[in-house]
């Protein structure tokens, strides 16, 4: 397509149990970046991935928290044992290549997880 | 470290009127700031941005921004708000000097624009 394809839009789960959001960014971007967002909170920086250089990971709020991006396409962000506070709006966002962006990062419509 | 603060959880205009969403940023060099807007269940859209060259710049569906270095604020403005711009706005900041690669966001503002 020709946006930020994100699935599911919408995961319901239990507390402890093991989720899997994707996203599949736009055609030919190679920067891909991941964002919580939670009420009142505004979006939170999770993880960052240019190309093939190591991520940046430096916002990941435990290590229950992991992403991988395959062949530097799709993207899947994992959440392990989940929590009642990861209930959140996970956006992904793709850019062009980052060094000498000017920063316009396209937004998927989000992957909503409750966690009951 | 590079940071963003809206100071209003919420705008209220009426329809006709101008509006002012308010954004002040902090880094430790050069800036590229920038406007994000969200519809409800929707993803962030890009509004505008400031890299470098004249102060106000122009964006999306008639919103402006102006950039003031010395205020470090970069306010979202509109000369005459519509019902249809009800929605929730993000300013966000990227260091220039080496910060994190991604955009650091504000907390939001929501605008809501009265009949």
């Known amino acids: 397509g020709a946006g930020v394809s994100q699935s599911p839009s919408n995961k319901v789960t239990e507390k402890g149990k093991d989720v899997e959001l994707r996203c599949d960014p736009i055609?030919?971007?190679?920067?891909l970046y991941w964002y919580r967002q939670s009420l009142g909170q505004g979006l939170e920086f999770l993880i960052y991935?240019?190309?093939?250089?190591?991520?940046?990971k430096s916002g990941l709020p435990s290590d229950r928290f992991s992403a991988e991006r395959t062949g530097g396409s799709v993207s899947t962000l994992t959440i392990q044992r989940t929590q009642q506070e990861d209930s959140a709006v996970y956006l992904c966002?793709?850019?062009?290549?980052?060094?000498?962006?000017?920063?316009?990062?396209?937004f998927g419509e989000g992957s909503r997880l409750t966690v009951l | 470290a590079q940071s963003v603060a809206q100071p209003e959880d919420q705008v209220n205009v009426a329809e006709g009127n101008p509006l002012t969403v308010k954004c002040t940023y902090s880094?430790?060099?050069?800036?590229?700031l920038f406007w994000y807007v969200q519809y409800p269940n929707r993803g962030l859209q890009f509004l505008l941005k400031?890299?470098?060259?004249?102060?106000l710049v122009k964006g999306s569906y008639g919103f402006e921004a102006e950039f003031n270095k010395s205020q470090t604020s970069f306010h979202l403005k509109k000369p005459s708000a519509l019902v249809s711009d009800s929605a929730l706005y993000f300013c966000?900041?990227?260091?220039?000097?080496?910060?994190?690669?991604?955009?650091?966001f504000g907390k939001g503002t929501h605008l809501i624009i009265q009949p």
């Open positions: 966002a793709s850019s062009l290549s980052s060094s000498g962006n000017t920063g316009e990062l396209f």
């Open positions: 055609s030919g971007h190679t920067a």
């Open positions: 991935f240019q190309g093939n250089s190591a991520p940046d």
């Open positions: 880094v430790s060099g050069n800036p590229y």
């Open positions: 400031y890299i470098t060259g004249d102060n």
């Open positions: 966000a900041v990227r260091d220039l000097s080496g910060g994190a690669d991604g955009l650091t």
